[in-house]
C-alpha cells in the first residue's frame, strides 16, 4: 500500500540489464518484462515468453549434489541419470518461491522472473542516470512484451518521465490499440519488430496473428510517435524474395525515419535446454553478411531508411 | 615513422636486457680509494663525478638524443651501494625464465673478485636487515608487507620545470647564494646543510662534464664521418652537448636533451623507484615547439622524430635487476617512467596543445613498453583529447591509462598543496599523485590486508607456518557477532601497520644519513633554500605512502562471513575455518556458497560495497596524517603492480571461496570474475570508495574488441570514462584482448611475443608474465555489450 491508500503497481521481471547498448541511444538499462502472446520460434529469450517464473536449469554446472532436491517444498525435484529432473509439468515451479536456486552453490538452477513493485524498478534504474546523462541513454522497457503488463508499463514510464530519465519501449506490437497508443504515446521512442508479412506464416512460426500488428504500427506512425521498425532477419523464415518484398511494399508508404535489419544470432539456443524445451531453428545459421546487405538494399531502393544492426 | 626511428626502434626491441658491472665496478674503486673522511653527502656526489668521468660513452650510430645509462642500449647497471647481489643472485638473474639479465662470465668475476668483497654486510640491504625487529621480519616473511627500499633507493620522483628555465650552472649560483646565507650562528644544522649544499654543487657539475663527453665523443665522430648529413648531425649533437645542461635550452632539441641528461643523472646516482620522469612534457615543450614553428627552424615531422628518438631512450633503460620479493611485487623491465598529457596548466586552464597532440602519435606508433603514458583528463579537457587516447587504448597494448585530473588536484590540495602545486601535478609510476618538481612521495611496500584478516581468523597465528606472528585478538568461534570480528580485524591491522611504520622509520632515517641524493635534490624545489636532501625532507612536500591492496578480495571475504555464518547461517564459524585450513577439499559445496552465493564487491551491491567502505576507512584512518621523520605525513593509495600475485602465493584458502595460494584481486579492481553486473555497475561500485583521501588508486575492466568497435564503441567507452570520474574516480585502464587470444598466447607465446597488455598500473608483455599473473588476467572479468 502507498501512503495515499493505493496499491503500487508491480509485476513480473525476469531481468534488468545495464550498460545495453543496443536498444536505443546510449548507455541503457534494459528492463525485461516476463511474459509474451507470442512465441517465435527464433526468440533468444524463451525464458521471457510465459507470464510465470521459471527455474532455468544448466546441466554442465550441475553437480548432482542433490541439494535441490531436498530443499524443495514440493518434493518434485528428482534425479535422472545424470541430470536433476522436475516432475509434473513444471506449474509448480510457477508459484514457488524457487527455494532450490538460491540452495544451488554451483549455479545451475535461476530464477527467471520475481515480482517487482515500481519503486524496486526505478531504484535499479536510477542508478545509472550518471551514465544515462553523459551518453543520452536511458531505460528501455523490452521483454517479453511491456505492453503485456500495461499498468505496470504505464507506471514505469511515469515514474521515469518524472524523473527525466528518457523512455524507450521495445514491442512485437501485439496489444491492445488503446494501450499501444495510450501508454506508448509516454515514450520517449518505440523499437518496433516487424516479423513476417504474410497472416499464415506469421501465425506459423510466431504463434499469433499479425493483423492486429500491423494495425498498431500504422496508427502510431499515424499519431506522429517516434517508432523504430526492426527486423529479425531469420534465414528460411523471412529472408525470402517473397517476404522481402512483402515488407518493402508495407514499409515504404509509412514514411518511417528508421528501420532496423537485425541478422538472426543463436545466442539463445541454448536457454531452451536449460527449459527443458525444443529450439526449432537447430539448424539454422546466421545469415552472412552479404545477405542482409542485398536485403538492405532491396530496401534502400524504395527509400526505406535501412540500417543492419546487431 | 622515419626509416632513421624504425632502425632505432628495432634495435631496442630486439636488444636482450643485460647486465653491466660497470658501474659497479667504478663505484667500488671510487669507496676504495677515496677519502672516507669526507662528509656522506660530499662522498657520495664525488662519487657520481668518479662515474660520470670514467664511465663508457654511447652514442648510437644514427641517433639525435644521446646518453645511456650503461654503456650500450640495454645495458643494465647494478648498485652495490643498495644492493650487493651475491654470486647465486646473478645466476638467478641470468637463468630465469621470467625478467631475466644476460650475466657475463666478466661481470660474474667482477663481483666475486671486486664488488662482494667491498660491499657485503654494507649495503642498504644488509644496513635495512640489520635495523628490523623480529616482529618485523617475521611479518615480512609471513607476506604481510613488502619492503620497497630493500634494494631500491626511495622515489617516486617527477621533475617539474626548473632545468627548462634554469641550466646546472644556474642552479650552482643558487646553491653557492644559498651557501652564502647559511647562518652560522643561529642554525644548529649549519655544517649539514653546507655539506648537502656542497655536494648539490659537485654533483651538477658531474652531470655537466657527462654531456660535455658526449660532445667530445661526437665532434670526433664528425671529424671521422664521410656522411656529410650525418657529420652535421654530430656537430648538431656536440653544440647540444656543449649547452645542455649546463645552460637552459633554446630549442625543442635541447630541452629534450637536457631532460634526458638530467634523468641519466638520476638513475646513475641512485637506482630510484619509479626510475624518472619528466612530468608534464606536453606543457614543458609547447614553448619551444611554439618558439621553433614560429622561427621556422623546426616542423611537425623534425619534432615528431626527435621526440621519437627521445622514446627510445626510455625503452634502452630496462629496470635495474631485482631479486626476491622486490622481483615478485614487481616483477617486469618496465621501469615506470609514466609520462603525463593534457591535464591543467597551474593557472587552471586546459592543458591540452599541440605538442600533446604530437605526443598522442608518438605513443601510437612508437607501442614501446617504456615510457608509459597516460592521458590527464579534466572537465575541462576536449571530448576529442579523450577519444584520441581511446584510439590508441583500444588498439589493445595498454597504453595510455586515463586518469581524473580534476580528482588528482583535490587528493592534492586535501594534502594541503598550494593550487598551483596541485595543478602542476600529476601521476607517476602507475597511479601515484604527486605535486611534481617539489615533493618526496615515498611508496614504502604494499600491505597485504587479506593475509591480516587471514591472522585475524587464526587468532594471531600465521597459517601457513603456525607461528604467532600477530596478536591475540580472540579465537573466531566464539565471536557473537560480525562487529566483534570486524573488530579484532581492526586490531590486528594496527598491529601490522604499527610494525610497518616503526620500519619506515627507521629506513627513512638510514636513507637520509647514509644515501643522500644531491643530485636529485638540486633538481626538486626548495632542496637548496632548506640545504636538506631529497632522501631528508629537503622537498617542499614530504609524505609517505603504505599501499593498501586487494580490497575487493578482502572485502568479498568479510562479506562471506558476515552472510553465511552471522545473517543466514549456512556455515558455522568452525566449519568455516575447517574449510578454510582444509583449503575447501571436502568443502566444495560450502565454497561455491561462498563463491556464486554472497554479495560481491563490484556489483554496485550496499552490502559488499558498504564493507569496502569500512574496510578502506580501517587502513585509511589508521595511517593517514601519521608523522614521518621529514616532517610530512603518511597517506594512503591502492595499487598492486605484480604483487597481487605474490601477495595470494602467501595467503591460504580466502572465505570468498578462494582457494589457496591464488592471486589476490588486483589495484581496487573487483576479484576476478566476480563482477557480473556489467561496467556500469563496477564503475559504481570502485566510487564508493574515497578516492579523495588517496594518493592513487588503480581500476582495471577488460573489455572484449567487439565492444569498443567503430565510433559508437569509442563513445561508450568515452562515457564510461566521463561518468566514472564525474563520480569522483581517480583512474581507469582497459585491457581490450579476448581470453582466447591470451590463451592462445600462453599456449604459443612465440607467436605472441609482441602482445602487450595492461598488468596494474603498467602494461607489460604477455609471454614475459609469470604463469599465475597470466592467468590472473584472463580471469578477469571480459565485459560484452548487450
Redesign the interface.
Known sequence: MLSNGHTEASGVIFHI??????DGP??RT?VFFKGCPLSCWWCHNPESQSFSPEVLYSVDRC?L?G?CAAICPHGAIERTGERMTVTGDGQLCATCAAACT?AC???ARSVAGRTMTVTEIVAEIE??V??F???GGGVTFTGGEPFAQPELLEALLHACRARRIHTTIETCGAAARESVLRIGGLADLILYDLKILDPARHRQYTGGPNRNILENLEALVAAGRPVTVRIPVVPGVNDGATDVRAACDYLAPLGLTRVDLLPYHRAGAEKYQRLGREYRLERTAPPPAAAMAAIAAEMEAVGIPVKIAG | MTERVARLRAGSLETKPWLSLERARLLTEFYRTSDAALSIPVRRARSLVYLMERKTIYIGSEELIVGERGPAPKGTPSYPELCCHSMEDLEILHTREKISYTVSDEARRIQAEEVIPYWQGGSMRDRIFAEMTPEWKDAYAAGVFTEFMEQRAPGHTVLGDVIYRQGLLELQADIDAALGRLDWNGDARAWDKQQELKAMRIAAGAVIRFAERHADLALRMADEEPRAERKAELRRIAEVCRHVPAHAPRDFHEALQAYWFVHLGVITELNTWDSFSPGRLDQHLAPFYEHGLAGGTLDREAARELLECFWVKFNNQPAPPKVGVTAAESGTYTDFCNINTGGLKSDGTDGVGEVTWLILDVIDEMRLLQPSSNLQLSKKSPDRFLKRGLEIVRQGWGQPSIFNADMVVEELLRQGKSIEDARAGGISGCVETGAFGKEAYILTGYFNTAKVLEITLANGRDRRTGKQIGIVTGDPREFGSYDELFEAFRRQLRHFIEIKVRGNNVIERLYARYMPAPFLSLLVEDCIANGRDYNDGGPRYNTTYIMGTSPGSVTDSLSAIRFHVFDRGTASMDELLAALDADFAGY??????????TPKYGN?DAYADGILRAVFDAFHDEIDGRPNTKGGVYRVNYLSTTCHVYFGSVTGATPDGRRAWEPLSDGISPTQGVDR?????VI?SAAKLDHARTGGTLLNQKFSPR?VEGE?GL??LA??V??YF??DGHHIQFNIVTAETLREAQREPQKHRDLIVRVAGYSDYFCDLTPALQGEIIARTE?A??
Open positions: 540489464m545495464r550498460f545495453s547498448l543496443h546510449g548507455i534494459a553437480r549434489c541439494d538460491a552453490g554451483a549455479e542508478r545509472d550518471v551514465f546523462d553523459e551518453s | 566444495e559445496k560450502l565454497r561455491l556458497q561462498l563463491w556464486n552465493k554496485d553486473n556489467g561496467p556500469t555497475a559504481r565492444l559508437s563513445e561508450h562515457q564510461l566521463r561518468s564525474k563520480l565485459q555489450g548487450f
